[in-house]
């Protein structure tokens, strides 16, 4: 087909063959069998219509912020056609059982250390945004986030997913050789 990639989309199919599980919505959970240790984890939104925004989120404030920004910011942060809107990665000593079950309480509007991601809580449809992880044992989250945002990246003419304000761009460069 005419402006077909030949990479493949992020979709649940092709995430779940790079080995994430889950694909739930937040309110499961903490019913989910979510792993202790580090890893990565995306936020899908299953429905490629246009989304509709809510003009004040229902997050938690952190450090007396407001989590809320303009209809117009959010528009200009969508990428059309894309299931991913978030991308995240859990390197703290508490993993991804944990960093999941704060961004899961931000989103109920009760304070937690997660500011990270904040725009998925106003979509008018997050209570219907699946998220899944992908545990790792010996890689660095850091990395693998990266990479796949950096993925995200050459499929979406440049644009960050959605939720993913800033681009956590590796520390150096891989042509870097002065590195000692």
């Known amino acids: 087909m005419p402006g077909m990639r030949p990479t493949s989309e992020l979709t649940q ?23 202790t240790g580090h890893g990565i984890y995306v936020v899908i939104r299953t429905d490629t219509s246009p989304p509709s925004f809510l003009p004040i989120s229902p997050a938690g404030h952190l450090k007396g912020r407001d989590p809320s920004v303009t209809a117009g910011k959010l528009g200009d942060a969508w990428v059309d056609g894309a299931t991913v809107v978030y991308i995240g990665k859990a390197a ?6 944990r960093r999941l079950a704060d961004y899961r309480r931000h989103g109920t509007g009760l304070p937690a250390g997660h500011w990270g ?19 790792m044992t010996e890689d660095d989250p850091g990395e693998a986030e990266q990479d796949l945002i ?20 590796r520390k150096a460069p891989e042509t870097d050789s002065s590195v000692g």
């Open 13 to 35: 199919r092709t995430l779940t063959a790079r080995g994430f599980s889950g694909f739930v919505p937040f309110r499961d959970l903490p019913g989910s069998n979510v792993p």
């Open 92 to 97: 703290g000593q508490h993993g991804l059982h």
């Open 150 to 169: 950096d993925e995200f990246k050459e499929l979406h003419g440049g644009a960050l997913p959605f939720a993913n304000i800033r681009n956590n761009a």
């Open 117 to 135: 991601g904040r725009y998925i809580w106003q979509l008018a449809d997050s209570a219907a945004l699946l998220v899944a992880w992908r545990p």
